[in-house]
């Protein structure tokens, strides 16, 4: 007899709060953001009566549809490229025997710790034709090759597409390498008892039992790809490039106004996400078909690469040099330099923009509230999000079944749109402009990737353990505490990264709710970049990196998960 | 301890007095000093501004100096963005923004139309060009001015004389990648500049309009979504010459040591970009008028040309570093824009251009 995994009657009243809080912070600004998108339009904003135009003008406009066939087929290569290569350095990292694993294991995850435009920021400074570090470098380690040599430009469509993969590159190794590492290793050692080689046991065995993940990875890497619009939209105009989410931005921001069209533009996106979603659950539907933890005991034992050893070191240094050594040591003498150059002197050094992050009140305040805010964050969304993930696929819950779609719906609304909708809702609250009207839109915008992360752990793992806990005795919460969390702590512990991290970086809604009284890193760094003072913002985004890894290293201490040790 | 305490209380309140008695004596306007007490028990101001963040800073520090226990407590807010959420807060009854400036007049315009701002003479009403103000309700203290920026360790003197005329940059030494162009729908500097060449005047159709726009497009320049990059990029040296920019922007730089250089080429499109006005429902209107009249004040003047641009005040010399230079120039020949026909073109115009770039 199985027994409920959830004491459902007394945890009733629970429920209803969750799903109450939920809806109201996830659900009402998508709201707002459908009746921007039915408003009539005026020259100052959106008029009070109704409207189908806006919807009209963007379903049947060519420039639309134009741009929403650009943003998802770049989508499509950039989530194919990072998936790739996420996966085969998550590979590398979780189950083999690679050398040094605890240190690649954080230097891979360096890339998300700067927001997709302070990257671009760096690749522009590395990468420009003329005065691009690399070309720079090149030109004058090898004068043959000519004053007009360029390895790299990336004012081109492959300069998106690169800046994207690495931006993305390194959630997909997240996101993986948890349920790669709980992996029990038996299947595939029969397989290759049996005969089988690597690549046929990775594409027969790996893949398949890790489809849970790699579909959930496939579709949150498509979506933030698909509405991704600093990039392309500081790129892609420079050669007539427009993509959609771009096109959104500029209809909400820029004069004269179109929020109506920006947010009609959205719900095509909501559309597409919400085809996405119902394909992840259908090809996850069957939970047990894809449990690798069950009540056996399992092993992870790490595959040996023998020959394969150098190959995959150089990969993994290839990419460590290209996504994060590079960029980094860009923008580091960046935020030491006075202005933008490619030739480099004494007197153009200063240490002026780290002296006054640390000596103006308001900056350190705002590296503090950052760590706060991002820390209460990733803990609300973990908590959150795992408890619905929790209900859904293990305790069968009804509720917990709408919330884990419901609560899913804010990734397919573009940010800005929805962060205009979370601004529209807490606007008519007495909590605006309060800190926790900021955390409450942080954890909104990130519980999707809370909901939906720990879904693949949750399906891999049996309900016999906790089962077999409760036979013997221990209440629902004891076997919960005991035998699930344990199970899952390596992605309970990327959920938390990527919420925190993500927190910290957050900028469309923070930019709008944003209080001289709660002042955020992000926000900050945003300001000095669009003032102009690049090296301000190199050296904001420097210190915003350090205090991101502090906090993944401090976290690991401190949940002890040790990839190196290849233990939970 | 006690005694030192109450001391350093005694001190300050004589301070106080002595810098209250002080402004009183020296009056910069009638009723400066009864605004200034009524300001105090509001103790801060709130100003959405656009201007870049570290210019707005200093600007509020010079205030605060001026007047102590008055604070400004900034918001970055640029353009579009600023107008969405004062309005937005303004019909939500959430009265945030004391005082709110916007670069696009349209825009603040819109606002003024709604009833949301506060019709409030400034003292230095009649020093201030009627260019760069909207009835008794906005003002602009900062000049935009265009300007085409070069950078001068790639351009030679030679080819800066040929940029002190607009047709200069269809030269064909600045041809296939020396030249950066501005193609965005955010940035009324860069509308500035095509309202001035799409100019429906028969003289100025024949010099520039659409055969000219067209010709830059020819010279396959790099264009730019954003003028802060464009700006950098001119700067690191990756283009050498970049138009639409002002003047502003473009000393922020070189002001730090930029190898850069500017002209100002004839007729210079020379507008208001920083419409300041104080909010109808602000909850501090004393303090608001008190920052409203210093920064469109002779004061404001001053310290705006130390942090940031050009002051528009009648009377008040340009005692920039920059204007000191050899090289620079100030505008020979100022070509208004007109703010009904920019409302009515903004994006007529940029379709125009962003077609013919397009078809480049």
Known sequence: MRHRLLPFRSTNLAWALVGGLVAIIALVPILFAV??????????????????????????????????????????????LSTVVGVIT??????????????????????????????LVAWITLGSRETGMINVFLRAVFPFLGDRFALVDIWTWWGIVWVMFL???????????????????????????????????????????????????????????????????????????????????????????????AAAAGIILLLITLVGMWLQRRLTRKAERFVTVGGKGFRSAPVKLGRLKW??????????????????????????????????????????????????????AGVMNSIYLSLAAGALCLSIGFLISYGDIKGGNRTARVLAVLGVLPIAVPGFVYSLGIMEMYVRTVLYGTAFVMLLAHVAKLLPYAILVPR??????????????????????????????????????????????????????????????????????????????????????????????????????????RLEKGAI | MRLSALNALAMTALLGLAGGQALA???????????????????????????????????????????????????????????????????????????????????????????????????????????FRAGEWGYTPTATELVVIYNANKVTPEEAKLLEQWEGVLDPAFANGRLGVAAMRNCGTCYAGLHMFLDPDP?????????????????????????IVALDRVVAGEIDVYFFLHDAAANSKWAVGAPIRWTKPAPTPVFGGGWTAVSANSTRPNGAKLFIN??????????????????ILDGVADSRKVAQEPWYVQVKDRYDVDFERWEKTFISYNDIWFDILQQQ
Not at chain 1, 513 to 521: A, D, E
Not at chain 2, 56 to 76: H, W
Request: glycine share 6%; with cysteine.
């Open chain 1, 35 to 80: 009746d921007s998108a039915l408003r009539v339009q005026t020259p100052a904003g959106l008029g009070s009566e109704y409207t189908l135009a806006n919807v009209e003008s963007v379903l049947f406009s060519a420039q639309y549809t134009r741009a929403l066939m650009r943003a998802v087929t770049l989508a499509l290569v950039v989530t194919f």
């Open chain 1, 90 to 119: 998550a590979y590398l990292i979780s189950r083999t025997d690679l050398p040094g694993k605890a240190v690649w294991d954080i230097l891979i995850l360096t890339p998300m710790f700067l927001s997709p435009f302070v990257g």
């Open chain 1, 167 to 261: 931006t993305f590159c390194p959630f997909v190794y997240l996101f993986v390498q948890g349920p790669l590492r709980r992996m029990d290793s038996s299947l595939e050692e029969a397989a290759r008892m049996c005969g089988a080689s690597h690549l046929s046991t990775i594409t027969r065995i790996t893949i398949p039992l890790m489809r849970p993940a790699l579909v959930a990875t496939i579709l949150l890497i498509f979506v933030m790809a698909v509405e991704m619009y600093t990039i392309p939209g500081m790129i892609g105009p420079s050669f007539g490039y427009i993509t959609l989410p771009w096109k959104i931005v500029a209809d909400a921001t820029l004069y004269p106004i179109q929020r109506g069209n």
């Open chain 1, 311 to 364: 190959p995959a070191l150089i990969l993994c240094g290839a990419y460590v040099a290209l996504a994060v050594v590079l960029p980094f040591v860009s923008l580091t003498v960046s935020s030491f330099m006075r202005f933008s150059s490619s030739t480099l002197s004494a007197d153009i050094f200063t240490a002026i923009h780290y002296r006054e992050i640390f000596a103006r009140s308001d900056t350190f």
């Open chain 1, 456 to 561: 693949a752990g949750l399906l891999q793992t049996s309900n016999d353990l906790e089962e077999s806990a409760r036979t013997t005795g221990a209440s629902w919460f004891r076997a919960f505490r005991l035998v699930t969390i344990p199970l899952l702590k390596p992605v309970l512990v990327a959920v938390f990264f990527f919420s925190a991290l993500n927190s910290m970086k957050e900028l469309s809604a923070s930019v709008l709710l944003y209080s001289p009284r709660f002042p955020l890193l992000s926000v900050q760094t945003f300001h000095a970049t669009q003032s102009g003072d690049y090296q301000l913002g190199a050296a904001m985004s420097v210190v915003q990196t350090v205090i991101m890894l502090a906090i993944v290293v401090i976290t690991r201490i401190v949940f002890r998960v």
């Open chain 2, 25 to 131: 004596q020296t009056e910069r306007y009638p009723g400066e000093q009864a605004l200034y007490e009524a300001a105090k028990p509001e103790k801060t101001i709130t100003w959405y501004f656009s201007i870049p963040a570290a210019a707005a800073r200093a600007l509020g520090s010079e205030f605060e100096q001026q007047y102590p226990g008055v604070t400004v407590e900034g918001i970055f807010a640029p353009s579009s963005l600023g107008y969405q959420r004062f309005l937005t807060e303004t019909e939500n009854k959430q009265y945030v923004a004391d005082v709110v400036s916007i670069s696009d007049f349209p825009l603040m315009n819109q606002l003024h139309a709604a009833g949301h701002l506060m019709q409030h003479k400034v003292p230095a009403f009649d020093q201030i060009p009627s260019a």
């Open chain 2, 203 to 227: 003289e100025m159709q024949k010099r520039f309009g659409t055969d000219f726009l067209k010709k830059i497009a020819d010279q396959k320049p790099k264009v730019y979504t954003d003028v």
């Open chain 2, 294 to 311: 210093w920064l469109t004040g002779p004061d404001g003047a001053a310290a705006i040309q130390k942090h940031y641009g050009r002051a």
